[in-house]
């Protein structure tokens, strides 16, 4: 069966130029990209889509970082999209993912634990949530929030 998980080119990967081969790696891996959007996330936005990270002491530096150029979010398809997508970005520090997963997608572009270039969703609930927070008429499910 068919799934769906939202992506994100962060504003690192949007300035270093990876979004074509962060897309080739990315088709070549037989995900269809349903829909994309480049946006530019502002204090309130990127504080409501990281809402659950809001008391970790990394948040401002993180927020800092999502509002400091565009981002490019995709919705993404198929069969176990969730667990894919993660499993072809790699590990959440880009440091770690240069060296235990040398050919995923925060090895090609992440910089380090905050500055990994790429999100995706980490579970259906949160790819509901993502999707219908960036995309008002992608059928995802169950509708979890609206902004
Ligand atoms: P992501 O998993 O997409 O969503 C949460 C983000 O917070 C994560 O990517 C990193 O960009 C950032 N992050 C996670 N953990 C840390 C940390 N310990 N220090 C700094 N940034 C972090």
Redesign the pocket.
């Known amino acids: 069966e068919k799934e769906k998980t939202l992506a994100m080119i962060?504003p690192d990967g949007l300035l270093g130029n990876y979004t074509e081969r962060i897309k080739d790696v990315t088709v070549n891996y037989g995900f269809s990209i349903l829909r994309e959007i480049t946006t530019q996330l502002d204090q309130d936005s990127a504080s409501r889509f990281?809402a659950e990270?809001s008391s970790k002491r990394?948040f401002p530096?993180?927020i800092k970082?999502m509002t400091s150029g565009p981002v490019l979010v995709m919705v993404l398809e198929k069969e176990n999209a969730i667990a894919d997508w993660r499993t072809l970005i790699g590990p959440?520090d880009a440091n770690k993912a240069k060296i235990t997963n040398p050919n995923s997608i925060r090895a090609m572009c992440g910089q380090d634990?905050?500055?990994?270039c790429v999100?995706?969703s980490d579970s259906r609930l949160s790819a509901q949530r993502e999707i219908s927070f960036f995309f008002e008429d992608v059928s995802s499910g169950e509708r979890i929030t609206t902004h």
């Open positions: 962060k990281y990270h990394f530096s993180l970082y959440t634990l905050e500055k990994n999100h995706g």
